[in-house]
Nanobody
Framework: QVQLVESGGGLVQAGGSLRLSCAAS????????MGWHRQAPGKQRELVAD???????NYADSVKGRFTISRDNAERTVYLQMNSLKPEDTAVYYC?????????????WGQGTQVTVSS
């Protein structure tokens, strides 16, 4: 069973920066993509950014130019560098992994890490 362990959340003032990390462990034959989603109170979970095995990235319009997603394939870790944070970035951030194991494809989620941006 694959586990995702997230870290790096916290409280920061508007304009500040945080770096989230998510490390995957368990039986994984290959990783298709890794990404970050977020969910603010009273809102639906939304994609923040993701990155494919080939390194192609995709960002929500609201974070383009401020957030950067990257990955370390050897360490099975994905990062989200968040700069110029705004109060509207406040949410629980979830790591997401699409992977293959035992000839099948799976989707895994982390437990979430809180990011709070004060004005």
């Amino acid at each position: 069973q694959v586990q995702l362990v997230e870290s790096g959340g916290g409280l920061v003032q508007a304009g500040g920066s945080l770096r989230l990390s998510c490390a995957a462990s368990g039986t994984i034959d290959s990783i298709n993509y890794m990404g970050w989603h977020r969910q603010a109170p009273g809102k639906q979970r939304e994609l923040v950014a993701d990155i494919t095995s080939g390194g192609r990235t995709n960002y929500a319009d609201s974070v383009k130019g401020r957030f950067t997603i990257s990955r370390d394939n050897a360490e099975r870790t994905v990062y989200l560098q968040m700069n110029s944070l705004k109060p509207e970035d406040t949410a629980v951030y979830y790591c997401n992994l699409g992977y293959a194991a035992w000839g099948r494809r799976y989707d895994a989620w982390g437990q979430g890490t809180q990011v709070t941006v004060s004005s």
